[in-house]
């Protein structure tokens, strides 16, 4: 895999770099003639929380699904932990070599999206255990132990028996947040998640995220919430038109941004 540009991380001691955890490289993808990535390169380091940021049509959330591969890139390559995807076929048709590598990939993964994806049908705590115990095939108690522990954490234990029309909608994304946990995911992958959300709700979502940013989780999330954007992120990456308009710290992203784009965005959402 080519090497990637790591000079907008922040500064480390020489010889106690984190590792990266993921890794971009020369991502394109398009939807029919619309170009959405036009050659995003970008690493996460273990513990760093990286913010995506940008108006709507950027390419913020194509690139998060990119990782996954939800969307398969039509160029480059994605690497987790040191492990690049292998991918087979020729756009718009290319996808993974291998559903073996990409079942183990995906279950490293922590996803939460904008809809809140539990299944109708499973009680809240059936809804975290699921996945461990069908796809990890881990022990189900273990699971049922570990599921009741991360409910408790994201605030809604008491809603353990409960099903998904049951609670409102930031119970239900909190919910998401612990099925995504119960995983053990080398990274936790976000995708607005509080824009399904009334202003009242984002605040317990919005907590339970800034919990795991403290507690040193690997995360990259897409938000438009520029405040929390600021609390919680460790780099910040503002997307334009499908490229990297800036990258840096939130110092340098917030209050020193030489790009007038960004200075636009920001003024335009109240930051500027």
Known sequence: MTSVDYSATPSVTPGNEKKPVIELDDLHKSFGSLEVLKGI???ARQGEVISLI???GSGKSTLLRCINMLEVPDRGTVAIDGEVIDLAGTPPHRHPASEQQMRRIRSELGMVFQSFNLWSHMSIIENV???PVRVQKRDRDEVHAQALALLDKVG???KADSYPSQLSGGQQQRAAIARALCINPKVMLFDEPTSALDPELEGEVLRVIKLLADEGSTMI??????KF?????DRVVF???GLIEEIGTVEEVFNATKSARLKQFLSAAGHG
């Open 41 to 43: 390169s970008l690493a």
């Open 54 to 56: 940008g108006s709507s």
């Open 129 to 131: 255990m699921e996945a």
């Open 156 to 158: 809604i234990r008491s």
């Open 221 to 226: 999330l897409v938000t438009h919430d520029m």
């Open 229 to 233: 954007a600021r609390e919680v992120s």
């Open 239 to 241: 997307l334009h038109q």
